[in-house]
T-cell receptor
Framework: GEDVEQSLFLSVREGDSSVINCTYTDSSSTYLYWYKQEPGAGLQLLTYIFSNMDMKQDQRLTVLLNKKDKHLSLRIADTQTGDSAIYFCAERIYDMRFGAGTRLTVKP | ETGVTQTPRHLVMGMTNKKSLKCEQHLGHNAMYWYKQSAKKPLELMFVYSLEERVENNSVPSRFSPECPNSSHLFLHLHTLQPEDSALYLC??????????????FGEGSRLTVL
């Protein structure tokens, strides 16, 4: 497809792991990104991964990249209520192309 | 101040008004962007300026007019808008360099309501 695709909603219980999935469009994308948007705020860069990497870990966040399937995922360990937000996947070819965002709801 | 700041945070205007959105980046970046975020289309790229030259205009109506007087400042001038232009307008900046990671840094956005 031509769009960066993400599921629109994800709901998890506090303390569980969250996995947000994304399918991107272009195998020549050099960098792939995850952004977080809290209500009433702009987008905050969470992490990014270079296309020659398979995995990147940063504290509670783990990014997995499957270049063959053009699949990117973000795993949040020990999800907290403060993680409730919209998460955007993005790829960079010439310009930045964003998915529609996944709304993560964390229930106590 | 650090990062990317946008003013005003909220704006209500009538269809015949003229207003401007302002963005300032304190990161030393050489590229700035305007995005529109609405329920219909989550993130639409409107304008890109690199080294103060406009490099992309994604078929945005002429009632939106960008201005980039220097690498730190970006404006979006608004004139005779329509109610469907109500949205969150996000400014972003990046450092464009060969081999760089090119991530965008966003401001908090300006919430525009057109009556």
């Amino acid at each position: 497809g031509e769009d960066v695709e993400q599921s629109l909603f994800l709901s998890v219980r506090e303390g569980d792991s969250s996995v947000i999935n994304c399918t991107y469009t272009d195998s020549s994308s050099t960098y792939l990104y995850w952004y977080k948007q809290e209500p009433g705020a702009g987008l905050q860069l969470l992490t990014y991964i270079f296309s020659n990497m398979d995995m990147k870990q940063d504290q509670r966040l783990t990014v997995l990249l499957n270049k063959k399937d053009k699949h990117l995922s973000l795993r949040i360990a020990d999800t907290q209520t403060g993680d409730s937000a919209i998460y955007f996947c993005a790829e960079r070819i010439y310009d930045m192309r964003f998915g529609a965002g996944t709304r993560l709801t964390v229930k106590p | 101040e650090t990062g990317v700041t946008q003013t005003p945070r909220h704006l209500v205007m009538g269809m015949t008004n003229k207003k401007s959105l302002k963005c300032e980046q304190h990161l030393g970046h050489n590229a700035m962007y305007w995005y529109k975020q609405s329920a219909k289309k989550p993130l639409e790229l409107m304008f890109v300026y690199s080294l103060e030259e406009r490099v992309e205009n994604n078929s945005v109506p002429s009632r939106f007019s960008p201005e980039c007087p220097n690498s730190s400042h970006l404006f979006l001038h608004l004139h005779t808008l329509q109610p469907e232009d109500s949205a969150l307008y996000l400014c972003a900046s990046s450092q464009e360099a060969s081999g760089g990671s090119g991530e965008l840094f966003f401001g908090e956005g300006s919430r525009l309501t057109v009556l």
